[in-house]
Protein backbone atom coordinates (compact mmCIF):
# COMPACT_ATOMS: atom_id res chain seq x y z
CA UNK A 1 0.00 0.00 0.00
CA UNK A 2 0.74 3.13 -0.81
CA UNK A 3 0.22 7.03 0.42
CA UNK A 4 -2.35 9.02 -1.32
CA UNK A 5 -0.76 11.71 -2.03
CA UNK A 6 -3.56 13.45 -2.93
CA UNK A 7 -6.19 12.72 -0.68
CA UNK A 8 -3.73 13.81 1.88
CA UNK A 9 -2.80 17.21 -0.18
CA UNK A 10 -6.81 18.19 -0.10
CA UNK A 11 -6.78 18.39 3.63
CA UNK A 12 -4.47 21.15 3.36
CA UNK A 13 -6.03 24.27 1.87
CA UNK A 14 -2.63 26.93 2.26
CA UNK A 15 -1.09 23.70 -0.35
CA UNK A 16 -3.46 25.68 -3.10
CA UNK A 17 -3.68 29.09 -2.50
CA UNK A 18 -0.49 29.42 -4.53
CA UNK A 19 0.21 25.18 -6.72
CA UNK A 20 3.69 26.72 -7.89
CA UNK A 21 5.08 27.22 -4.10
CA UNK A 22 6.80 24.55 -2.91
CA UNK A 23 7.05 25.02 1.13
CA UNK A 24 9.88 23.16 2.36
CA UNK A 25 10.38 24.86 6.02
CA UNK A 26 7.97 22.42 7.88
CA UNK A 27 10.42 22.06 10.50
CA UNK A 28 9.67 25.30 11.30
CA UNK A 29 5.99 25.39 11.54
CA UNK A 30 3.93 22.97 9.38
CA UNK A 31 0.69 23.62 7.18
CA UNK A 32 -2.26 23.17 9.44
CA UNK A 33 -4.91 20.85 9.01
CA UNK A 34 -8.32 21.61 7.70
CA UNK A 35 -9.64 19.60 10.31
CA UNK A 36 -7.79 21.34 12.84
CA UNK A 37 -9.29 25.30 11.25
CA UNK A 38 -12.41 23.61 11.47
CA UNK A 39 -12.49 23.33 14.95
CA UNK A 40 -10.94 26.04 15.97
CA UNK A 41 -13.34 28.53 13.78
CA UNK A 42 -16.50 26.55 15.38
CA UNK A 43 -14.69 27.07 18.97
CA UNK A 44 -14.50 30.38 18.94
CA UNK A 45 -17.56 31.18 16.40
CA UNK A 46 -19.76 29.17 18.84
CA UNK A 47 -18.62 28.31 22.41
CA UNK A 48 -16.04 31.15 22.87
CA UNK A 49 -16.85 31.74 26.60
CA UNK A 50 -15.17 30.46 30.27
CA UNK A 51 -15.78 27.11 30.13
CA UNK A 52 -17.12 23.65 31.89
CA UNK A 53 -20.41 25.66 33.47
CA UNK A 54 -23.37 24.40 32.96
CA UNK A 55 -24.99 26.77 30.50
CA UNK A 56 -24.72 25.32 26.56
CA UNK A 57 -22.35 27.21 25.27
CA UNK A 58 -20.05 27.03 28.05
CA UNK A 59 -20.81 23.01 28.38
CA UNK A 60 -20.01 22.77 25.05
CA UNK A 61 -16.34 24.08 25.01
CA UNK A 62 -15.63 22.49 27.73
CA UNK A 63 -16.62 18.83 25.98
CA UNK A 64 -14.20 20.29 23.16
CA UNK A 65 -11.49 20.89 25.11
CA UNK A 66 -11.64 17.29 27.22
CA UNK A 67 -11.88 15.39 23.35
CA UNK A 68 -9.19 17.01 22.95
CA UNK A 69 -6.70 16.04 25.78
CA UNK A 70 -9.07 12.64 26.15
CA UNK A 71 -8.13 12.13 22.38
CA UNK A 72 -4.05 12.81 23.02
CA UNK A 73 -3.49 11.18 25.84
CA UNK A 74 -5.31 7.84 24.14
CA UNK A 75 -3.05 8.27 21.23
CA UNK A 76 0.37 8.64 23.25
CA UNK A 77 -1.00 5.85 25.31
CA UNK A 78 -1.11 7.96 28.53
CA UNK A 79 -3.40 8.86 31.18
CA UNK A 80 -5.27 12.08 30.89
CA UNK A 81 -3.56 13.29 34.27
CA UNK A 82 0.29 12.98 32.76
CA UNK A 83 -0.75 15.58 30.06
CA UNK A 84 -0.24 19.45 30.05
CA UNK A 85 -1.17 21.44 27.14
CA UNK A 86 1.08 24.49 26.93
CA UNK A 87 1.93 27.43 24.50
CA UNK A 88 4.96 25.93 23.50
CA UNK A 89 8.03 23.36 23.87
CA UNK A 90 9.89 25.89 24.44
CA UNK A 91 7.35 27.04 27.50
CA UNK A 92 6.84 23.44 28.79
CA UNK A 93 10.58 22.72 29.35
CA UNK A 94 11.19 26.24 31.30
CA UNK A 95 8.29 25.54 33.67
CA UNK A 96 10.09 21.48 34.10
CA UNK A 97 13.43 22.84 34.68
CA UNK A 98 11.52 25.14 37.51
CA UNK A 99 9.76 22.00 38.65
CA UNK A 100 12.95 19.78 38.65
CA UNK A 101 15.42 22.14 39.88
CA UNK A 102 14.18 22.66 43.28
CA UNK A 103 15.23 18.61 44.14
CA UNK A 104 19.11 19.28 42.54
CA UNK A 105 22.04 19.58 44.67
CA UNK A 106 25.64 19.85 44.25
CA UNK A 107 26.19 16.65 44.44
CA UNK A 108 23.98 15.48 41.38
CA UNK A 109 24.98 15.44 38.00
CA UNK A 110 22.67 15.99 34.87
CA UNK A 111 23.39 14.84 31.28
CA UNK A 112 22.56 17.20 28.09
CA UNK A 113 23.59 17.07 24.73
CA UNK A 114 25.31 19.32 22.10
CA UNK A 115 22.80 18.22 19.82
CA UNK A 116 19.50 19.63 20.72
CA UNK A 117 17.55 22.80 20.20
CA UNK A 118 18.21 24.78 22.64
CA UNK A 119 14.48 24.73 24.39
CA UNK A 120 15.83 21.54 25.29
CA UNK A 121 19.75 22.42 26.79
CA UNK A 122 19.65 25.58 27.92
CA UNK A 123 16.51 25.34 30.49
CA UNK A 124 18.25 22.42 32.13
CA UNK A 125 22.01 23.71 32.09
CA UNK A 126 20.55 27.22 34.10
CA UNK A 127 18.89 25.41 36.46
CA UNK A 128 21.73 22.93 37.42
CA UNK A 129 23.94 26.44 37.54
CA UNK A 130 22.13 27.54 39.60
CA UNK A 131 21.56 25.13 41.55
CA UNK A 132 25.02 24.14 41.95
CA UNK A 133 24.69 20.08 39.92
CA UNK A 134 27.12 19.22 38.06
CA UNK A 135 26.43 19.43 33.96
CA UNK A 136 27.86 16.76 31.93
CA UNK A 137 27.38 16.95 28.04
CA UNK A 138 26.81 14.00 25.82
CA UNK A 139 28.47 15.10 22.51
CA UNK A 140 28.03 14.37 19.12
CA UNK A 141 30.69 12.68 16.61
CA UNK A 142 31.90 15.75 14.69
CA UNK A 143 32.20 14.37 11.53
CA UNK A 144 28.42 12.72 11.72
CA UNK A 145 26.86 14.76 13.90
CA UNK A 146 25.13 11.52 16.31
CA UNK A 147 24.91 10.62 19.38
CA UNK A 148 27.36 7.94 20.55
CA UNK A 149 25.81 5.25 22.94
CA UNK A 150 29.03 4.21 24.19
CA UNK A 151 30.09 7.73 25.58
CA UNK A 152 26.55 7.76 26.99
CA UNK A 153 27.19 4.39 28.91
CA UNK A 154 30.38 6.72 30.38
CA UNK A 155 28.77 9.68 31.40
CA UNK A 156 26.05 8.03 33.30
CA UNK A 157 26.14 7.11 36.81
CA UNK A 158 24.72 7.00 40.54
CA UNK A 159 25.13 10.47 40.80
CA UNK A 160 22.89 11.11 37.43
CA UNK A 161 19.55 12.82 38.20
CA UNK A 162 18.19 13.60 34.75
CA UNK A 163 19.23 12.67 31.01
CA UNK A 164 17.95 15.17 28.68
CA UNK A 165 17.90 14.37 24.55
CA UNK A 166 16.35 14.65 21.74
CA UNK A 167 13.98 12.29 19.87
CA UNK A 168 15.28 13.34 16.81
CA UNK A 169 17.50 16.26 15.89
CA UNK A 170 16.15 19.56 14.01
CA UNK A 171 19.36 19.55 11.91
CA UNK A 172 21.06 16.13 12.03
CA UNK A 173 17.90 14.67 10.88
CA UNK A 174 18.47 11.34 12.49
CA UNK A 175 16.00 9.46 15.14
CA UNK A 176 17.91 8.65 17.96
CA UNK A 177 16.92 4.90 19.92
CA UNK A 178 15.17 6.45 22.87
CA UNK A 179 14.11 2.59 23.41
CA UNK A 180 17.77 1.78 23.82
CA UNK A 181 18.84 4.98 25.74
CA UNK A 182 16.18 4.78 28.43
CA UNK A 183 17.38 1.39 28.61
CA UNK A 184 20.99 1.73 29.11
CA UNK A 185 20.47 5.04 31.66
CA UNK A 186 18.15 3.04 34.28
CA UNK A 187 20.16 -0.08 33.72
CA UNK A 188 23.16 2.13 34.94
CA UNK A 189 21.25 4.72 37.44
CA UNK A 190 18.17 6.05 38.95
CA UNK A 191 17.71 8.66 36.63
CA UNK A 192 14.84 9.90 34.91
CA UNK A 193 15.13 10.23 31.07
CA UNK A 194 13.51 13.64 29.09
CA UNK A 195 13.04 13.51 25.40
CA UNK A 196 12.53 16.42 23.23
CA UNK A 197 10.45 15.34 20.08
CA UNK A 198 9.86 18.76 18.37
CA UNK A 199 11.77 17.30 14.84
CA UNK A 200 10.37 13.28 15.85
CA UNK A 201 6.50 14.17 16.28
CA UNK A 202 5.88 15.21 12.47
CA UNK A 203 7.00 12.02 11.45
CA UNK A 204 5.76 9.83 13.45
CA UNK A 205 3.33 10.01 17.23
CA UNK A 206 4.77 7.08 19.34
CA UNK A 207 3.47 5.29 22.08
CA UNK A 208 5.70 6.84 25.43
CA UNK A 209 5.05 4.03 27.49
CA UNK A 210 6.16 1.46 25.20
CA UNK A 211 9.00 4.24 24.80
CA UNK A 212 9.78 4.17 28.49
CA UNK A 213 10.40 7.71 29.05
CA UNK A 214 9.53 10.09 31.97
CA UNK A 215 9.29 12.94 30.09
CA UNK A 216 8.25 13.98 26.31
CA UNK A 217 7.04 17.16 24.87
CA UNK A 218 6.78 18.33 21.22
CA UNK A 219 4.94 21.13 19.65
CA UNK A 220 1.73 20.31 17.64
CA UNK A 221 2.19 23.45 15.40
CA UNK A 222 4.94 21.77 13.64
CA UNK A 223 2.33 17.90 13.28
CA UNK A 224 -0.69 20.24 11.57
CA UNK A 225 -2.22 21.78 14.39
CA UNK A 226 -2.76 24.82 16.30
CA UNK A 227 0.23 26.76 18.49
CA UNK A 228 0.18 23.91 21.26
CA UNK A 229 2.67 22.06 22.89
CA UNK A 230 1.93 18.49 24.54
CA UNK A 231 4.40 17.76 27.59
CA UNK A 232 4.15 13.94 29.01
CA UNK A 233 5.02 13.83 32.88
CA UNK A 234 4.74 10.50 34.12
CA UNK A 235 2.82 10.01 37.08
CA UNK A 236 4.80 7.15 39.10
CA UNK A 237 7.46 10.97 39.13
CA UNK A 238 5.22 13.69 40.29
CA UNK A 239 5.34 13.43 43.53
CA UNK A 240 9.31 14.33 43.07
CA UNK A 241 8.54 17.02 41.64
CA UNK A 242 7.73 21.00 42.54
CA UNK A 243 4.14 21.83 41.36
CA UNK A 244 4.26 24.79 39.20
CA UNK A 245 0.73 26.10 39.70
CA UNK A 246 -1.70 28.02 41.50
CA UNK A 247 -1.25 26.57 45.07
CA UNK A 248 -5.04 25.66 44.80
CA UNK A 249 -4.85 23.08 42.16
CA UNK A 250 -1.71 21.45 43.37
CA UNK A 251 -4.80 18.46 43.85
CA UNK A 252 -4.91 18.34 40.24
CA UNK A 253 -2.42 16.32 38.31
CA UNK A 254 -3.50 17.90 34.83
CA UNK A 255 -2.52 21.04 36.29
CA UNK A 256 0.27 20.50 38.08
CA UNK A 257 2.94 21.80 35.26
CA UNK A 258 0.92 24.55 33.65
CA UNK A 259 1.27 27.95 35.54
CA UNK A 260 -1.56 29.59 33.61
CA UNK A 261 -4.99 28.46 32.54
CA UNK A 262 -5.16 26.76 28.84
CA UNK A 263 -5.48 28.91 25.71
CA UNK A 264 -9.38 27.46 25.16
CA UNK A 265 -10.08 27.25 21.29
CA UNK A 266 -6.28 26.39 21.36
CA UNK A 267 -6.61 23.31 23.25
CA UNK A 268 -10.01 22.45 21.84
CA UNK A 269 -8.47 22.69 18.27
CA UNK A 270 -5.63 20.23 19.21
CA UNK A 271 -8.47 17.67 18.44
CA UNK A 272 -8.48 18.59 14.79
CA UNK A 273 -5.06 16.81 14.32
CA UNK A 274 -6.39 13.30 15.70
CA UNK A 275 -9.25 13.89 13.02
CA UNK A 276 -6.78 14.66 10.69
CA UNK A 277 -5.06 11.38 11.27
CA UNK A 278 -8.02 9.64 11.55
CA UNK A 279 -9.03 10.40 8.37
CA UNK A 280 -6.04 9.61 7.04
CA UNK A 281 -6.34 5.82 8.36
CA UNK A 282 -9.78 5.18 7.38
CA UNK A 283 -8.97 6.11 3.67
CA UNK A 284 -6.12 3.93 3.70
CA UNK A 285 -6.91 0.92 6.14
CA UNK A 286 -10.87 0.70 4.76
CA UNK A 287 -10.56 -2.83 6.16
CA UNK A 288 -9.22 -3.03 9.43
CA UNK A 289 -11.70 -3.05 12.09
CA UNK A 290 -11.12 0.37 14.37
CA UNK A 291 -9.52 -0.03 17.69
CA UNK A 292 -11.66 1.01 20.77
CA UNK A 293 -10.00 4.62 20.77
CA UNK A 294 -10.42 7.11 18.43
CA UNK A 295 -6.91 6.75 17.69
CA UNK A 296 -4.90 4.08 19.18
CA UNK A 297 -1.23 3.44 19.15
CA UNK A 298 -1.65 0.65 16.87
CA UNK A 299 -3.26 2.74 14.53
CA UNK A 300 -0.61 5.43 14.63
CA UNK A 301 2.12 2.83 14.04
CA UNK A 302 -0.03 2.04 10.67
CA UNK A 303 0.34 5.44 9.45
CA UNK A 304 3.77 5.67 10.15
CA UNK A 305 4.84 3.28 8.05
CA UNK A 306 2.79 4.11 5.40
CA UNK A 307 4.09 7.75 5.84
CA UNK A 308 7.42 6.81 6.53
CA UNK A 309 7.80 5.09 3.05
CA UNK A 310 6.69 8.06 1.39
CA UNK A 311 9.05 10.46 3.49
CA UNK A 312 11.87 7.82 2.50
CA UNK A 313 10.99 8.21 -1.31
CA UNK A 314 11.04 11.83 -0.92
CA UNK A 315 14.25 12.46 1.40
CA UNK A 316 16.54 9.90 -0.96
CA UNK A 317 17.73 12.29 -4.00
CA UNK A 318 17.98 15.30 -2.06
CA UNK A 319 20.60 13.17 0.23
CA UNK A 320 21.93 11.59 -2.79
CA UNK A 321 22.36 14.95 -4.61
CA UNK A 322 24.04 17.19 -1.76
CA UNK A 323 26.09 13.68 -0.48
CA UNK A 324 27.74 13.68 -4.24
CA UNK A 325 28.37 18.04 -4.16
CA UNK A 326 31.73 18.65 -2.78
CA UNK A 327 30.37 22.35 -2.65
CA UNK A 328 28.35 21.91 0.53
CA UNK A 329 28.81 19.95 3.81
CA UNK A 330 25.54 17.55 4.18
CA UNK A 331 25.08 17.40 8.03
CA UNK A 332 24.17 13.81 9.20
CA UNK A 333 23.63 10.53 7.19
CA UNK A 334 23.66 10.68 3.58
CA UNK A 335 21.31 7.87 2.94
CA UNK A 336 17.95 6.38 3.90
CA UNK A 337 19.05 3.07 4.46
CA UNK A 338 18.58 2.44 8.44
CA UNK A 339 15.31 3.58 8.34
CA UNK A 340 15.99 6.60 10.51
CA UNK A 341 16.84 9.55 8.99
CA UNK A 342 13.47 11.93 8.73
CA UNK A 343 13.21 14.49 5.47
CA UNK A 344 14.60 17.07 7.71
CA UNK A 345 18.13 18.00 5.49
CA UNK A 346 20.82 20.56 6.68
CA UNK A 347 23.52 21.58 4.42
CA UNK A 348 26.57 23.76 5.13
CA UNK A 349 27.47 25.54 1.79
CA UNK A 350 31.78 25.67 1.32
CA UNK A 351 31.84 28.35 -1.11
CA UNK A 352 28.50 30.63 -0.45
CA UNK A 353 26.81 31.73 2.85
CA UNK A 354 24.24 29.89 4.13
CA UNK A 355 22.24 33.07 3.91
CA UNK A 356 23.31 33.78 0.03
CA UNK A 357 21.61 30.35 -0.72
CA UNK A 358 18.75 29.79 1.00
CA UNK A 359 17.93 33.81 -0.72
CA UNK A 360 18.85 32.11 -4.61
CA UNK A 361 16.07 28.73 -3.70
CA UNK A 362 13.20 31.23 -2.29
CA UNK A 363 14.18 33.41 -5.84
CA UNK A 364 12.95 30.47 -7.21
CA UNK A 365 9.73 29.82 -5.61
CA UNK A 366 11.25 27.20 -2.53
CA UNK A 367 10.08 28.05 0.56
CA UNK A 368 13.34 26.89 2.38
CA UNK A 369 15.40 28.64 5.57
CA UNK A 370 18.92 29.16 6.49
CA UNK A 371 20.45 29.78 10.03
CA UNK A 372 21.07 28.35 13.41
CA UNK A 373 17.22 27.01 14.30
CA UNK A 374 18.45 27.06 17.91
CA UNK A 375 20.66 24.28 17.56
CA UNK A 376 23.75 27.13 18.08
CA UNK A 377 25.73 25.00 20.34
CA UNK A 378 25.73 21.91 17.64
CA UNK A 379 26.79 24.01 15.06
CA UNK A 380 29.25 26.07 16.41
CA UNK A 381 30.88 22.90 17.72
CA UNK A 382 30.52 21.50 14.29
CA UNK A 383 33.06 24.21 13.49
CA UNK A 384 30.20 25.89 11.27
CA UNK A 385 29.57 29.81 12.08
CA UNK A 386 26.38 29.70 13.89
CA UNK A 387 25.53 33.54 13.24
CA UNK A 388 25.37 32.79 9.14
CA UNK A 389 24.23 28.64 9.92
CA UNK A 390 23.08 26.28 7.69
CA UNK A 391 20.57 26.04 4.69
CA UNK A 392 17.37 23.66 5.81
CA UNK A 393 15.18 21.97 3.52
CA UNK A 394 12.05 19.95 6.10
CA UNK A 395 9.71 17.84 4.52
CA UNK A 396 6.64 16.95 5.62
CA UNK A 397 4.67 13.77 3.79
CA UNK A 398 1.82 16.22 2.28
CA UNK A 399 5.35 16.98 -0.33
CA UNK A 400 5.44 15.83 -3.41
CA UNK A 401 7.58 14.14 -5.52
CA UNK A 402 6.69 16.87 -8.00
CA UNK A 403 8.34 19.44 -5.32
CA UNK A 404 11.17 17.80 -4.95
CA UNK A 405 12.27 17.97 -8.47
CA UNK A 406 11.54 21.26 -8.28
CA UNK A 407 13.65 21.15 -4.59
CA UNK A 408 17.04 19.97 -6.51
CA UNK A 409 16.39 21.58 -9.40
CA UNK A 410 16.40 24.88 -7.11
CA UNK A 411 19.44 23.67 -5.12
CA UNK A 412 22.02 22.69 -8.27
CA UNK A 413 21.08 26.29 -9.68
CA UNK A 414 22.16 28.09 -6.00
CA UNK A 415 24.63 26.04 -5.32
CA UNK A 416 26.33 25.45 -8.87
CA UNK A 417 25.80 28.35 -10.85
Request: some cysteine; hydrophobic content about 35%.
Amino acid sequence: MKLDIEFVRKQFNQLHDNPEFVFCSNAGGSYVANQVNTLMNHYNSHTRVQPYERYAPSSQAGEAMDRAIEGWAEALNISANELTIGPSTSMNTYVMAQAIGVDLGATDEIIVTNQDHEANSGVWRRKAAEKGAEICEWKVNLESGLLDLEQLDCLVNQNTKWVFFAHCSNIVGTSNPVSEITRRVKQNSNAKVFVDAVAQAPHHICDLKELGVDGYAFSLYKVYGPHQSLLYVNREIVSGLTPQCHYFNTGCDSKLFNPAGPQHAQVASCAGVLDYFDALHQHHFKDTPRAPQRMAPQRMTQLHSLISAYETELTAPILDFLGNDDKVRLIGKNHTRDNDRVPTIAFQPLKQSALAVSTKIQDMGIGCESGHFYAHRLLTDLGIDADDGVVRISLVHYNSTEEVEKILMALDHAINH
